[in-house]
């Protein structure tokens, strides 16, 4: 990522940084001193925040299909695809874990700072996350290895 994009996105008010000095990355960024991987971060970071984003519905009993993307204790981060982009959601449940693909029936609030996350009261949720792959073992059906 080039020192003029990075000091573009932060000038603009697309980019915020996740870190305490981003005039400390693009410095590093104009004198060539960065790594691969803070190249692949700040270009991740940038990508995120200048992606489109859904807006959160207000809804009593929204039915929604999403990924928990993060969980926290008993706090999760839903990922949902919406009809006009991705947004997240942020509320409890029990069971889930990182990774999981979830059927859900909520109540969903819309943060006052930001369309595109909100909250959710849970009323009813399922895991819908495919199942692995059957193991493939190196023989073929009707060779046995014994």
């Given at each position: 990522m080039s020192y003029e994009l990075a000091q573009?996105?932060?000038?603009?008010?697309?980019w915020v940084p996740r870190w305490e000095s981003a005039k400390d990355i693009c410095q590093k960024s104009k004198a060539g001193d960065l790594s691969d991987a803070q190249k692949a971060t700040?270009?991740?970071?940038?990508?995120?925040?200048?992606?489109?984003?859904?807006?959160?519905?207000?809804?009593?009993?929204?039915?929604?299909?999403?990924?928990?993307?993060?969980?926290?204790?008993?706090?999760?981060?839903?990922?949902?695809?919406?009809?006009?982009?991705?947004?997240?959601?942020?509320g409890t449940l029990d069971e889930a874990e990182k990774g999981m693909e979830i059927e859900i029936t909520c109540k969903t609030v819309r943060s006052n700072?930001?369309?595109?996350?909100?909250?959710?009261?849970?009323?009813?949720?399922?895991?819908?996350t495919p199942a692995p792959e059957p193991e493939k073992y190196p023989w073929a059906d009707d060779e046995l290895p014994f």
């Open positions: 573009q996105a932060f000038d603009a008010g697309t700040v270009a991740r970071a940038y990508a995120e925040d200048t992606a489109p984003k859904g807006t959160v519905p207000l809804e009593d009993a929204a039915e929604l299909t999403a990924k928990v993307a993060g969980k926290k204790g008993k706090k999760v981060l839903l990922l949902v695809d919406g009809d006009d982009g991705p947004y997240k959601l942020w700072q930001d369309e595109s996350f909100g909250f959710f009261d849970v009323d009813t949720w399922k895991d819908i």
